[in-house]
């Protein structure tokens, strides 16, 4: 587990670095900026995690949830800002990184949904990784 978690941390770290170069390049820089953060910082996260895996007490199950729900949401939380990056979208729940942008009802709702996924897998996985060293 803590292999494949240095992997997916680094290659999402990676994916922020490279997004970070299509910044200007989008509909709506400021949540590029915002994307390119989301993945530069998630990516740190889960090598983190990983580095703190050897420490963690939870049955395989627990320890797979955890890691499923985090490795979720730190991927979704790119994948929605650069599509709102990209398509001008975001304005109901990132209205500040959104400003004046708006994009079609499908669009927002599919940004939206990803925002609204992410936030209690985080919660979730976070919790179960502090029972697991606690």
């Not at 949540?31 to 989301?38: D, G, K, V």
């Not at 627990?62 to 975001?90: C, E, F």
């Not at 990184?97 to 992410?118: I, Y």
């Amino acid at each position: 587990m803590q292999t494949m978690l240095f992997t997916l941390g680094l290659v999402l770290f990676l994916l922020g670095l490279l997004t970070g170069f299509g910044i200007p390049a989008l509909k709506n820089p400021r949540m590029a900026l915002s994307s390119h953060l989301e993945a530069v910082l998630n990516g740190m996260f889960l090598v983190l995690l990983g580095l703190l895996w050897p420490h963690l007490h939870l049955p395989k199950a627990w320890g797979v949830a955890a890691v499923v729900l985090i490795v979720y949401s730190a991927y979704t939380n790119w994948l929605a800002t650069l599509l709102a990056a990209a398509w001008g979208a975001g304005r109901k729940l990132a209205p500040i990184a959104a400003a004046e942008h708006e994009a079609p009802v499908a669009k927002e709702r599919l940004v939206s949904f990803l925002l609204v996924s992410l936030a209690p897998a985080v919660v979730v996985g976070v919790g179960i990784v502090i029972v697991g060293l606690w």
